[in-house]
């Protein structure tokens, strides 16, 4: 009887770690946004407009007016004039959004601290985590590039992804099994020969977070295959099974990489060799950023085992 019976996927010692950092990771990039939410909440009842005004509340220019107004700070002017000058939002526009600061309740500055404070904080732990993770998957960070390369993922998708599936994704035999386990595949509720349902089985929660993320980015990237299929296939089955679609193409796309060793490679009509060298330059900053030692590669020696879509 029991040879019957599959087994879960129950991942060794060190990927078991590779979960928690990056999970714990993930709860804080959430306590991030919530905290971002609160903070224009706050803002918002103080009559401080400057959400309108700039595209990121905790960017450079956003996070140096409000350390200045937080530390006391009543002149709308000398604030306006902490604003980057790529700014799009004039030094009139920033003044007038923020001339309510002129008789601002000290609590709300004291309120502004803490939450900037908070902020801080998060940053710090994210960051190490980062470094973190970097150390842990040393041994596996030409994996983490190729899955990177993918159009929809980057350097802390292809790592959320290892961390989830493996280096290799070895448990998996073939590419149907993985997008099975992650839930990336149209289910089979079929009864008397009558199929009743294809909704997908609930699988991996955490990977299907990951595949929707990346799936809805990488249609909108330029030429990429996945902004062709999406077009192709939208006006008849709507953007939700469209992006279901995208995610079991990206899902057998992530086993061919990390179990048969190869690259991804885009031969998308609108993808020029510049577009190319300028995602490359900026994954290899990423990489760099987080503790990895890359080398750039030698376009006169491309990598031989290349996977296309």
Not at 59 to 79: C, F, H, I, V
Not at 184 to 208: F, I, L, T
């Amino acid at each position: 009887m029991a040879q019957e019976l599959t087994l879960s996927f129950v991942p060794d010692v060190e990927q078991r770690l590779w979960r928690t950092v990056m999970r714990r990771k993930y709860q804080l990039t959430r306590n991030r946004v919530q905290l971002q939410n609160r903070l224009e909440g706050l803002l918002e009842e103080a009559h401080i407009k400057l959400s309108s005004l700039v595209s990121d509340l905790l960017g450079a220019s956003a996070r140096r007016m409000l350390k200045a107004l937080a530390d006391g700070e009543t002149n709308p002017g000398t604030l306006a004039s902490l604003a980057d000058q790529k700014l799009r939002a004039t030094q009139e526009q920033l003044c007038d959004a923020l001339s309510a600061c002129t008789e601002l309740n000290p609590v709300y500055r004291r309120l502004l601290k803490m939450m900037l404070e908070e902020l801080r904080l998060i940053d710090e732990q994210i960051a190490q985590l980062d470094q973190e993770m970097a150390s842990l998957l040393s041994q596996h960070q030409d994996a983490v590039q190729r899955l990177a390369e993918v159009p929809g993922l980057g350097v802390d998708s292809a790592q959320q992804i290892i961390a989830e599936v493996g280096a290799t994704a070895a448990t998996f035999p073939s590419e149907k099994q993985l997008s099975s386990w992650v839930g990336a595949c149209p289910g089979d509720d079929e009864s008397a020969g009558v199929n009743h349902s294809h909704r997908s089985p609930k699988g991996n929660r955490h990977m299907r977070r990951i595949l929707n993320q990346s799936a809805n980015a990488a249609v909108k990237a330029k030429g990429s295959i996945f902004e062709i299929v999406y077009r192709r296939t939208v006006p008849r089955l709507g953007h939700k099974q469209t992006i279901g679609a995208i995610t079991n193409r990206q899902c057998r796309l992530i086993w061919l990489i990390l179990h048969k060793g190869v690259r991804y490679e885009e031969r998308g009509p609108d993808v020029t060799k510049q577009s190319k060298q300028r995602r490359t330059a900026k994954m290899i900053r990423q990489l760099r950023s987080l503790g990895y030692r890359i080398t750039p590669p030698n376009p006169q020696n491309p990598s031989p085992a290349q996977v296309t879509q």
